[in-house]
Nanobody
Framework: QVQLVESGGGLVQPGGSLRLSCAAS????????MGWYRQAPGKQRELVAD???????NYADSVKGRFTISRDNAKNTVYLQMNSLKPEDTAAYYC??????????????????WGQGSQVTVSS
């Protein structure tokens, strides 16, 4: 099993910054893709940003130029630096990884894992 622990959410004023972190642990062989999704009340979960092992990243248009995703492969950790936050960024943010596990008979195929969610509220 792979466990994800998120940290860094909270309340911030418009224009402020927050940094989310998500650390993966367990019997990990490797992690292909790491990313962040968000879900606001009454809306579907949407991709915010994701990053593959070589550092190539993809962003939602709504956060380009304001958010930066990064990862530390040695620590199996992904970060989301959020700057110039807007009220419309308010949502629960979920970490996602696609990881292969070490099994007693070999290595698993990639599976999806989700963090517990971190609330980000942007309000004055």
């Amino acid at each position: 099993q792979v466990q994800l622990v998120e940290s860094g959410g909270g309340l911030v004023q418009p224009g402020g910054s927050l940094r989310l972190s998500c650390a993966a642990s367990g019997s990990i062989f490797n992690i292909d893709d790491m990313g962040w999704y968000r879900q606001a009340p009454g809306k579907q979960r949407e991709l915010v940003a994701d990053i593959i092992r070589d550092g190539s990243a993809n962003y939602a248009d709504s956060v380009k130029g304001r958010f930066t995703i990064s990862r530390d492969n040695a620590k199996n950790t992904v970060y989301l630096q959020m700057n110039s936050l807007k009220p419309e960024d308010t949502a629960a943010y979920y970490c996602h990884v696609k990881a292969r596990e070490i099994l007693w008979y070999g290595v698993s195929s990639p599976n999806d894992y989700w963090g517990q969610g971190s609330q980000v509220t942007v309000s004055s």
